[in-house]
């Protein structure tokens, strides 16, 4: 894991290494170098996997040659983003030391270009450990889980962690969001661990099937809600889901 502190989105990435291959998986916002980072940890070479095209996962997505997301969110990356840190953000973002030199007000995302376009079931074979891409929409169109059978891991994006669940984009659905998460609860028994992209890590397996059961129960109108400007928040304790 390389973790990214010191704003509040504290990304943490995954570097997956195996025989012939490594894979990054997101590249964080890319305020520091993460692939100077990588290569002190594998001299593989490394391909980048981004779970989903959220600025906060594909910062450094331009320092590498081989790139794949799925196919839904590939044209979102080519586009960049400009002003990360406008607004709001900026004063969010000040919980720390930034890189000397780094200019939270002109910081822009460079745009990137996928070689690889992923959908259900595409397996990265790394040599000796392969990735199985599961397409889990609901945060975003093309958000996806890898799933690495032979170590029991799952890579889960931002389809689950402990904290705010976001299903509150436009482009977000709930419900796809709620058979995702039941999809990766039918999976727990194969798992020893799941890595998320946000906050505790580990999480134990069998907290899929405890967020997969909050969808339903709100979904059935079991839960209740706090509305705010257009936005309902569901809470669970650990964890809860922001939705329209």
């Keep these: 894991m390389i ?5 509040f989105q504290e990304v ?3 570097l997956v290494v195996g025989e012939t291959k490594a894979a990054l998986i997101d590249t964080g ?7 100077a980072i990588a290569e002190k940890l594998t001299d593989r070479e490394i391909i980048v996997i981004n779970t989903h095209s959220h600025f906060d996962h594909i910062g450094d997505n331009w320092r590498f040659g ?7 969110e590939a044209e979102i990356i080519e586009k960049g983003v400009k002003n990360v840190f406008s607004g709001e953000m900026a004063k969010e973002n000040k919980w720390g030391r930034f890189p000397e030199g780094f200019d939270v ?13 992923l959908e259900e079931g595409s397996l990265i074979n790394l040599g000796g450990a392969r990735l199985k891409v599961l397409h889990t929409p609901g945060h975003s169109p093309g958000s ?6 032979s170590r029991r891991m799952l890579y889960a994006g931002d389809t689950i962690y402990e904290g705010t669940l976001y299903a509150h984009f436009s482009y977000s659905d709930i419900r796809d969001y709620a058979r995702s998460v039941r999809r990766l609860c039918y999976l727990y028994e194969r798992l020893d661990l799941v ?3 946000h906050n505790e ?10 967020v997969a059961n909050a969808f339903e129960r709100l979904l059935a109108g079991k839960v209740k809600t706090l509305t705010n400007d257009g936005l309902s928040e569901a809470s669970f304790g650990d964890f809860s889901i922001l939705f329209r």
């Design 3 to 7: 973790s990214e502190p010191h704003h």
């Design 12 to 14: 943490k990435s995954y």
């Design 29 to 35: 916002m890319g305020i520091g170098n993460i692939r």
């Design 66 to 72: 081989e790139i794949a997301i799925h196919k839904n």
């Design 105 to 117: 007000n002109a910081y822009s995302i460079t745009p990137s270009k996928a070689k690889m376009l």
């Design 144 to 149: 996806i889980c890898l799933l690495d059978e």
């Design 195 to 197: 890595l998320p992209a």
């Design 201 to 210: 890590v580990p999480l134990k397996p069998k907290f899929l099937c405890t």
